[in-house]
């Protein structure tokens, strides 16, 4: 069971909420708004604080120090990216999501290394994805026969300046492609993984935490 974080308590918030705390995990969520609280079910046991949520004494009360992961999710795009790199900077939360409203900031999120999401119907979905590893591998498509996934995958930061090539040999998989500032990119030969790239990688489903264990850890050095 983790711990998780979670700034907005408006219909994308509950339902993170409720999907985590479904999942087994410990949920805190907060709003500016103790109204907002409404939105939660009955028999929700996280804890709800009222405050803002890019301010550390907020933070600290929600347990961020112990969070596996933090999102922010509430109507402002400038207070989902600066409680995001609060959360990731000050207190050091392994995996962090901001929801955007304005996708044009997109680029100037990436190169902050911040994962977004737009803000559509479906964005409770790709939130959970981005701070759910077993989502990263669940993939967004697979082959009629099952065998295969396309699966976004997490690596470690010292993959950074490695080529595509490179990584694909040593976790035997096939980068179908990488999302580089909001816009999706088909490797060459050449190309290096990027700090803010996102990879998809197409794998055997029955290899999806080899894959995952291999990439979470620093590539080996060359003698």
Known sequence: MAHFV?????RVGATL?????????SVAII???????????????????????????????????????????SSGDNSNILATRV???TFHVPHVVARIYDPGRAEIYQRLGIPTVAAVRWSADQVLRRILPEQHLAGDFREPSGRLVLAELELDPAWIGHTVSSI??????????LTRFGEGVLPLPGTSYQEGDTVHAMLRVDRSAEVAHVLAKAPAKES
């Open 6 to 10: 979670i700034m907005g308590c408006g």
């Open 17 to 25: 909420a409720h999907t985590l705390e479904d999942a087994g995990h």
């Open 31 to 73: 709003d500016q708004d103790d109204r907002a609280f409404r939105r939660l079910r009955s028999g929700f046991t996280g804890r709800k604080v009222t405050g803002v949520g890019f301010d550390r004494d907020t933070l600290k009360q929600a347990g961020v120090a112990d969070a596996y992961a933090f999102a922010a999710v």
């Open 87 to 89: 959360a990731r900077e």
């Open 168 to 177: 694909e040999k040593v976790a035997d998989i096939r980068i179908a492609y």
